[in-house]
């Protein structure tokens, strides 16, 4: 069964910290591309971070330097480490699995999770 199961959402202060978690199906696990995706309301849903299986990453520039997406192979899990936070991170985050030149161009993913919330106060 396809299943991306997302974790760790919640409210935080500006300049804090969360960190999100993706539990993924093993067959989803197994796709060459995984990554985070957000979307504030109102707004179009924007990606933050891919990882290839080997571990190559990408970020989106509003990121950098605050986010790290990381995989752990023996759980199935996706993770995205938050900090630095700051009001406009707020959203729904989404994880999701595709092809490998998903990772590059943040296009191509087939399969999504629900979603877990963040909301970022100043």
């Known amino acids: 069964q396809v299943q991306l199961v997302e974790s760790g959402g919640g409210s935080v202060q500006a300049g804090g910290s969360l960190r999100l978690s993706c539990e993924a199906s093993?067959?989803?696990?197994?796709?060459?591309?995984m990554g985070w995706f957000r979307q504030a309301p109102g707004k179009e849903r924007e990606g933050v971070a891919t990882?290839?299986?080997?571990?190559?990453?990408r970020y989106a520039d509003s990121v950098k330097g605050r986010f790290t997406i990381s995989q752990a192979n023996a759980k199935n899990t996706l993770y995205l480490q938050m900090n630095s936070l700051k009001s406009e991170d707020t959203g729904m985050y989404y994880c999701?699995?595709?092809?490998?030149?998903?990772?590059?161009?943040?296009?191509?993913?087939?399969?999504w999770g629900q979603g877990t919330q963040v909301t970022v106060s100043s």
């Open positions: 093993l067959y989803v696990y197994s796709m060459n591309c």
């Open positions: 999701a699995a595709g092809p490998r030149s998903s990772c590059d161009t943040f296009y191509g993913f087939g399969y």
């Open positions: 990882i290839k299986r080997d571990g190559n990453t």
